[in-house]
């Protein structure tokens, strides 16, 4: 019996969480930023990346999400947080939609939270997801 593509997000979520109720967490001396949306934890940035400390990148994440925010109630028809999506982008992986770049997960965010960059991005990802998307049921 196939599966929905409802059931496969459930079951990536929930798999996704059980994951990183694994993982050990290591500040490595950086910030401990939260990143939230409509009061809900997204996410911690814990390592400066790009010539910005955490804190100026959870505040530039943050104006990014509030203009995707503000397309995505403009043009309601359209699906654009649908659209977000893991790319790689060298060492790296990008969080956005194909003309909306949100973050950018490095190495080093990896490794503060004692993972890969690819499993990080993805995971970020679907808390972004749901952060939005109870968002936009609520908004």
Request: hydrophobic residues 45%; positive net charge.
């Amino acid at each position: 019996m196939p599966w929905s593509k409802t059931q496969l997000v459930v079951g990536l979520l929930g798999a996704l969480a059980a994951l990183a109720s694994t993982v050990g967490v290591s500040s490595l001396g950086q910030d401990n930023v939260p990143l939230k949306w409509d009061g809900y934890l997204i996410l911690r940035i814990r390592t400066d990346s790009g010539g910005l400390t955490a804190q100026q990148r959870a505040e530039v994440i943050q104006l990014r999400l509030q203009n995707l925010m503000e397309q995505q109630f403009a043009h309601e028809q359209e699906d654009i947080i649908g659209r977000i999506a893991v790319r790689r982008f060298g060492k790296e992986m990008t969080i956005g939609t194909p003309d909306h770049l949100i973050m950018t997960v490095t190495w080093a965010d990896a490794r503060a939270c004692n993972s890969t960059v690819f499993w990080l991005a993805h995971y970020w990802r679907a808390r972004l997801l749901e952060a939005l998307i109870m968002a936009t049921k609520t908004g």
